[in-house]
């Protein structure tokens, strides 16, 4: 993952804490082998793993989810899919004059 915080890594160190991958593992619910493709960065967290993390470590889903949500979209922003070009608009590019009231009044 990219973009962790210390708080971020302190959480997965308690979960590491346990002793060993497969105790870890087994807090969680999941395979060993699912635990080490996250902490590898080989594997996202899914909602499940955001569910089974955000129980444990006592943060929720959301928080992790959003963690992967701020991932994807970085990496994203960082390409542009094969064959996608930019539309041109007419005008596009220049500021248009009217407010937004006159075009709801004239709706």
């Known amino acids: 993952m990219n973009h962790l915080e210390i708080k971020h890594l302190r ?3 308690a979960i590491a804490d346990t002793g060993n991958m497969t ?3 087994v807090t969680l619910c999941i395979s060993q082998s699912a635990l080490d493709a996250f902490l590898s960065e080989r594997a996202g967290i899914t909602l499940d793993l955001a569910q089974r ?4 470590l006592g943060q929720g889903p959301r928080y992790w989810l959003a963690l992967q949500m701020q991932y994807d979209l970085w990496q ?3 390409s542009v899919p094969d064959g996608v070009r930019r539309v ?3 005008g596009h590019g220049r ?4 407010s937004l009231s006159s075009l709801t009044a004239a709706a």
Do not use: F, K, Q
């Open 53 to 56: 993390l955000g129980y444990a």
């Open 11 to 13: 959480m997965l160190c």
């Open 88 to 90: 041109a608009w007419p």
């Open 95 to 98: 500021r248009r004059s009217r």
């Open 76 to 78: 994203a922003e960082r």
């Open 23 to 25: 105790r870890a593992a």
